[in-house]
């Protein structure tokens, strides 16, 4: 199967062409492990690309007046979630990990992850090599849900690239998820890495770009199916 490919103006129209193509696109996936396991069902597409020209406009779907269906985030909550599980390290009770302790993993030669790739781009902004790196191979053992299941990341890595425009030095992001709730998590996860994004902009003095994700596993869950038919007017 084909992998599916979008251009985008804001995060906000790259999750409403994404819904609306799914069921165009997408296979029915029974869920043998993670999420859900024999539960539910996904529809899901066998690879995506995502290219979004302007990330840091738009970022919260629009709903239409008085459809009473709810928006899957909010300004606020994508400002928490990059406060606290894209840049607060410390952990729950229960939590194994989250982004923000691998984002801010302290690395063998000192400083963290984020901060080294942060004096990377300051030195060296032409580098191939600031990956900020989510996913260990540990996670396949270690990572627990509160549900007592495995859970590893579903987002894998941050890959930052800067490209020469005129003469503009534009950073840039890319992300790969291997599972990726397109309804309810795309918006608020794209959010949170562009408000990352913006931080590493204004760090290294570089002009904030493009952003671009990836995944094999993009997806809505069953129970989801309804209100995304809703919302895109696609009948059965």
Partial sequence: MLPFFIM????????FQLIYNLFDHAYNQKIQKG???????RLQYPGIGVYIEHPYYDMIPIMPPNSGIPAPTTKEYIEDYFANYLMNPE???NETYKYASRIHNKMPKGGTQLERIIAM???????NQAVIE????????????NDGKLDPP?????????????SNLVLTVSAYFRSWDLWAGLPTNLGGIELLKQFIAEETSLNNGPLYAYSAGAHIYGYQEEIVRLRTL???
């Fill in 134 to 145: 989510i996913a260990t191979p540990d996670d396949l053992d270690v990572c627990y849900g």
């Fill in 121 to 127: 781009l300051r030195e060296t902004p032409l580098t």
């Fill in 234 to 236: 696609r009948a059965k």
């Fill in 8 to 15: 985008a103006k804001t995060i906000s129209d790259a999750w």
């Fill in 35 to 41: 999420s859900f396991e024999d539960e539910q069902y």
């Fill in 154 to 166: 579903c987002l894998r890595l941050l890959d930052f690239k800067v490209i020469p425009v005129d």
């Fill in 91 to 93: 952990l729950a009770e």
